[in-house]
Nanobody, 124 residues
Framework: QVQLVESGGGLVQAGDSLRLSCAASGRTFSVQTMGWFRQAPGKQREFVGAITRSGGRTLYEDSVKGRFTISRDNAKNMVYLQMNGLKPEDTAVYYC?????????????????WGQGTQVTVSS
């Protein structure tokens, strides 16, 4: 099993930046790909971005490209989501997810482990 704990959410104004962190523990050696998803009220959980274990490959959802950056520190079992230029439509609960495959998936069903989520609220 792998446990994931997100942190770093909060209330910010449009244009501000936030960095979310995800701490992984347990059988982390089994995890190859780490992803971030988000879920706004009344909407389905959606893919934000993901990164492979080596960090050599990343993939982002179109609306966050150029604004969000995912990075990871395998020695610390940490994954980060740097969010710049935040917009009110970025308001959601953000989830960290882990996948045993090294092929990036954009689907919720493609991930094996999930964190509890952290709230990000962007005011206009």
């Amino acid at each position: 099993q792998v446990q994931l704990v997100e942190s770093g959410g909060g209330l910010v104004q449009a244009g501000d930046s936030l960095r979310l962190s995800c701490a992984a523990s347990g059988r982390t050696f089994s995890v190859q790909t780490m992803g971030w998803f988000r879920q706004a009220p009344g909407k389905q959980r959606e893919f934000v971005g993901a990164i492979t274990r080596s960090g050599g490959r990343t993939l982002y959802e179109d609306s966050v490209k150029g604004r969000f950056t995912i990075s990871r520190d395998n020695a610390k079992n940490m994954v980060y989501l740097q969010m710049n230029g935040l917009k009110p439509e970025d308001t959601a609960v953000y989830y960290c997810a882990a996948r045993q495959s090294n092929i990036i998936s954009t689907m919720v069903s493609g991930y094996d482990y999930w964190g509890q989520g952290t709230q990000v609220t962007v005011s206009s």
